[in-house]
């Protein structure tokens, strides 16, 4: 099996050819997707969720700890921006800021509870907390309106110095979100081949032995949760707008579970852009298949448990060893297998 | 003093059932290391499997379907208690032939792959059985309510306790006065030494996981009358099970006994004065718990931890 760390850093300038067709993507994506059978608002939906994921994924694949609660992040930046709006100002970049600062907080405080965790405990861990914030959604009802959630959240004008741009129809809206996206992308990708990407996956790969080289691993654990959780805040926030309000479900076990999932089949594990196929693969699943029968989750789910016994490292890995045997059609098989 | 009564019998009631939950589970834990998110799956179908044995639904309108809803409801009842668990076992088993190719790895995969299982069942469910909520009828002699000190119990939950002492107790039997409890104890202490003693170390996870799943809808029947029955009922049921077995310790047999008790009645305490918090207090334990005491209670040190 192949992992992230046989991936060589690329240092430099990050637009590298597969960041170029990521962002022309992005860029061009609301002139193909009516044309294509799909809708605007799904550009949205997809931008939004390849935020969260390649966010996740900082913490899931890159320094190895399995977050089972992550969906409170994005629910928590959701609530904070739309309560911001409600209650202090409408305005976008505070609420944003608020979105964040408040996904950063909570995840800063869990954080400190779990980062000394590894494997199967962290995991739990973040469950149990994950459930904390989902219950307090459901119940806080003076702040959060119980499961009926946050409505009417609004979306507010963008203001860029003189330039005002109403983000009210959903073009608009995808552009604003496609921008913060490619600028988050081209971040992450900076940090993960920077030094601090290369520690998290020696943390990964044998923690002991990062602790041992020098490096404050507990500091390290608590950064990268942290950074993504604000992340996931971001994401939340941008969502509250896009939905026009912010619920508990997203909050849920079922929809942590679901990130974990797309960033899986994706291939998350082995590829930077592994979590942009997957959150891909889902939509596109939820979008054919739903449109075929309503049980398109049990397909889905039987396809995912398939692909764990056989192929845990995703779509990514999948298309890395189709690479590798066509470029080496006799030499590649034996090096597959040594892991 | 007198009026927490009532809220400490729910709430040792409860305890005991989620004991009954948590032992399937940390059966599995302890002896295939797995944490098998797809338990509540099976608590869930062996609840659906036995409303459709009282039912009939499935030959009704047959001869055989008159003849069945002729039966009293009571032996329907009793059939129903045996059919469920064995189905949620053949789910088990089913299971834990997927999970082949994940021993070995790390352990996040068996948990991935057992919460897609889980997805799966509950999709099924939602197939077979519908969105809606079902219920689970139980015979006259058992339901209702009596008065004891002023005080109005319903006479179920004390069944289902009772039911839930008997199965704890028979587990405990099996695991500390029989062979195959010693070969299962070693499972889950050393595997490569059980089979180096010659046992068939595939066939005793399958076993484990078979009677796991099956006590696990042995739960999903007593519960189903308290709790009702929905199709994502999995998912609310593994959460509480989980979390029982971290705090109790990964592994320990009367660490999840212990566990389940405090939860239960922390939530049937708080539930008396904070009913719509009341199952908050479980996370809570569990902060404290795992706060002071990493392993839980009686917790020991577990490869689960790399």
């Known amino acids: ?339 | 003093m007198y009026d927490l009564i009532p809220h400490i019998v729910n709430g040792l009631t409860l305890g005991l059932l989620f004991a009954l939950i948590a032992l399937g589970f940390t059966l599995i834990v302890g002896v295939m290391e797995v944490i098998n998110l797809a338990h509540g799956a099976f608590f869930a179908l062996g609840a659906y499997f036995a409303v459709a044995v009282i039912g009939g639904s499935w030959f009704s309108g047959t001869e055989f379907g008159a003849w069945w809803l002729g039966l009293p409801l009571a032996t329907r009842y009793v059939v129903a208690l045996i059919f469920g668990p064995i189905c949620a076992a053949i789910a088990g088993m089913v299971l834990e032939l997927c999970l082949r190719p994940t021993y070995g790895k790390a352990p996040l995969y068996g948990l991935l792959l057992t919460f897609g299982a889980a997805l799966v069942i509950e999709e099924l469910i939602r197939v077979f059985w519908g969105t809606g909520e079902q219920s689970l009828t139980i015979p006259q002699t058992i339901n209702g309510a009596f008065l004891l000190g002023g005080l109005i119990f319903s006479k179920y939950k004390f069944f289902a306790a009772a039911f839930a002492v008997l199965a704890i107790f028979l587990v405990w039997l099996l695991l500390e006065r029989t062979p195959y409890g010693a070969i299962i104890k070693a499972g889950s202490h050393d595997s490569e030494m059980v089979r180096a003693l010659g046992y068939d170390l595939s066939k005793l996870r399958l076993a484990v996981f078979a009677f796991g799943a099956c006590l696990a809808g042995l739960a999903g029947i007593t519960m189903a009358p308290i709790w009702g029955l929905r199709p994502h009922i999995g998912i609310d049921v593994v959460i509480p099970a989980f979390l029982i077995i971290v705090i109790g310790g990964v592994g320990s047999f009367w660490g999840a006994v212990a566990a389940a008790m405090l939860v239960g009645l922390s939530v049937g305490i708080s539930g008396a004065y904070a009913p719509a918090w009341a199952m908050l207090s479980m996370y809570i334990l569990l902060i404290l718990v795992v706060g002071v005491r990493a392993r839980g209670l009686l917790g020991r040190k577990s490869a689960l931890e790399n």
Not at chain 1, 107 to 134: P, S
Request: charged share 10%; hydrophobic share 55%; with cysteine.
């Open chain 1, 1 to 339: 099996m192949i992992s992230l760390s046989d991936i060589p850093t690329k240092s430099g300038f990050p637009l590298t050819p597969a960041m170029c067709v990521f962002l022309v993507a992005v860029a061009s994506a609301p002139f193909w997707l009516e044309a294509v059978g799909l809708y605007s608002y799904l550009g949205i939906e997809v931008a939004i969720w390849i935020l969260y994921a390649m966010g996740f994924n900082l913490l899931f694949g890159y320094a190895g700890l399995h977050s089972f609660g992550h969906g409170a992040y994005i629910g928590i930046g959701a609530y904070a921006f739309g309560l911001f709006q409600q209650n202090v100002a409408v305005s976008l970049w505070g609420g944003l800021l608020a979105a964040i600062l408040a996904a950063t907080l909570a995840g800063a405080l869990v954080a400190t509870f779990v980062a000394h965790r590894r494997g199967i405990y962290f995991a739990l861990m973040t469950i149990a907390f994950g459930q904390v914030f989902w219950f307090c959604a459901i119940k806080l009802r003076w702040l959060t309106g119980g499961e009926d959630g946050l409505l009417g959240i609004p979306r507010p004008d963008m203001v860029l110095g003189p330039l005002r741009v109403s983000l009210q129809d959903n073009f608009s809206l995808y552009w604003f979100a496609a921008g913060v996206l490619g600028l988050a992308v081209l971040g992450m990708s900076r940090l993960v081949n920077a030094p601090f990407g290369r520690v998290l996956q020696a943390i990964r790969q044998n923690e002991m032995r990062a602790r041992f080289a020098g490096y404050d691993v507990w500091r390290m654990k608590w950064l990268v949760f942290t950074l993504s959780a604000a992340i996931a805040g971001l994401a939340g926030g941008i969502f509250a707008m896009a939905q026009e309000s912010a619920y508990p479900d997203i909050m849920s076990l079922h929809q942590s579970g679901t990130i974990v999932m797309m960033v899986l089949v994706g291939g998350g594990l082995v590829s930077f852009w592994g979590p942009v196929l997957g959150v891909l693969i889902y939509f596109v699943a939820r979008d054919v298949i739903g449109g075929v029968t309503e049980t398109w989750l049990l397909w889905f789910g039987l396809m995912f448990v398939v692909m764990v016994m056989l192929r845990p490292e995703g779509a990514a890995g999948l298309a890395h060893v189709i690479r590798s045997r066509l470029a080496r059609p006799k030499a590649a098989a034996p090096a597959e297998r040594s892991a």
